[in-house]
């Protein structure tokens, strides 16, 4: 039977007279690699932003593995195996790799991995030889891995990842969507894209917004061919 790990119902925020949400459902399950697409501005982030606690809706329920996490922080959505990525890679650019590791370790009561596991985590991400190299002398790609570590130390049943391939060179886009395959045998993902390369090779299904609200849900090669998605968002040229 599937698991499902998130939930949410009727969930909405308003900013000011911007309506950012507006009555949005969804769920994701188990081992299953989520997507999420929409024009700009039509409440991606902001989905994202209240599920991993950044901020809080104004209505709607939100549940994670069967608790109710409204209202919680990231640090205690990362206890309970919840985490995400930013758009913009976020990172300790005046501190080491290794430091950077162990920062974001701090945000568990317990240590997680082992020091077997983590080096084989920073092997796997090609890592393991810039251990000593500030943060700030990696190119955006190694950035972008090392951002994906600080994430994967802190064991994830899900990582929710905001545009994983912005500002990548088209090789490093192949890289990394080959990265996020075999991502999937650590942890359950949760992906916003605009490349649409990155939903049709990854995503086992896809959740569509516009305008605040949820107008698709199912397989990408559904989304992919459904009238409004494409009217509204994709054009002719994904057709």
């Known amino acids: 039977m599937s698991v499902r790990l998130l939930e949410v119902s009727g969930l909405s925020k308003r900013f000011g007279g911007v309506v950012a949400l507006k009555n949005v459902d969804g769920h994701s399950v188990a081992g299953e690699t989520l997507g999420m697409i929409g024009p700009n501005g039509s409440g991606k982030t902001t989905f994202v932003n209240m599920v991993s606690g950044h901020i809080r809706p104004d209505s709607g329920t939100l549940g994670f593995a069967g608790i109710d996490i409204a209202g919680s922080t990231p640090h205690q959505l990362a206890e309970i195996g919840l985490c995400r990525t ?14 950077n590791i162990d920062n974001a370790r701090l945000l568990l009561s317990h240590r997680g991995l082992d020091s077997a596991e983590l080096g084989e985590l920073t092997e796997w991400l090609r ?85 605040g609200e949820k107008v698709a849900d199912g397989p990408p090669a559904d989304i992919l061919r459904n009238k409004r998605v494409i009217d509204e968002y994709l054009g002719t040229r994904h057709a």
């Open 86 to 99: 930013y758009q913009a890679v976020r990172v300790f650019s005046a501190l080491p790799v290794r430091q």
């Open 127 to 211: 890592l393991d030889t810039r251990l000593d190299v500030d943060a700030g002398s990696l190119t955006l790609f190694e950035q972008r891995r090392l951002e994906l570590l600080m994430r994967l130390v802190l064991k994830p049943r899900l990582i929710m990842l905001d545009e994983p391939v912005g500002g990548l060179a088209v090789t490093e886009v192949t890289e990394m969507i080959q990265l996020l395959k075999e991502l999937r045998a650590r942890c359950s993902i949760f992906v916003i894209e605009h490349t649409m390369r990155v939903i049709r090779e990854l995503a086992d299904r896809v959740m569509v917004l516009i305008a």
